[in-house]
């Protein structure tokens, strides 16, 4: 069984920035793709990053240029450096492990002034 435990998200004035981490335990599978999705209200929950264990990563268009995503793969942690953000950035982040297909359960972002 893996879990996995966001913690980070908050209220913050655009042009903020956030940092989201997520510890995942458990029987993790090995060189699992990692990731950081996002729901809107009304909207489809869709990808901002994800990354390889080796490091290689990919954005969405939106978020590219201002949010990071990085691994500490011998803590088995996630992280989100969201910068510069925006109101239409706030959302349900979720985090995400492949080959297994588990989420975690949700940290609220809320950009607004």
């Known amino acids: 069984q893996v879990q996995l435990v966001e913690s980070g998200g908050g209220l913050v004035q655009p042009g903020g920035s956030l940092r989201l981490s997520c510890a995942a335990s458990?029987?993790?599978?090995?060189?699992?793709?990692m990731g950081w999705y996002r729901q809107a209200p009304g909207k489809q929950r869709e990808v901002v990053a994800i990354i390889a264990s080796g490091g290689i990563t990919n954005y969405a268009n939106s978020v590219k240029g201002r949010f990071t995503i990085s691994r500490d793969n011998a803590k088995n942690t996630v992280y989100l450096q969201m910068n510069s953000l925006k109101p239409e950035d706030t959302a349900v982040y979720y985090c995400h492990i492949g080959g297994g297909d588990y989420w975690g359960q949700g940290t609220q972002v809320t950009v607004s002034s």
């Open positions: 458990g029987s993790i599978p090995r060189f699992a793709v």
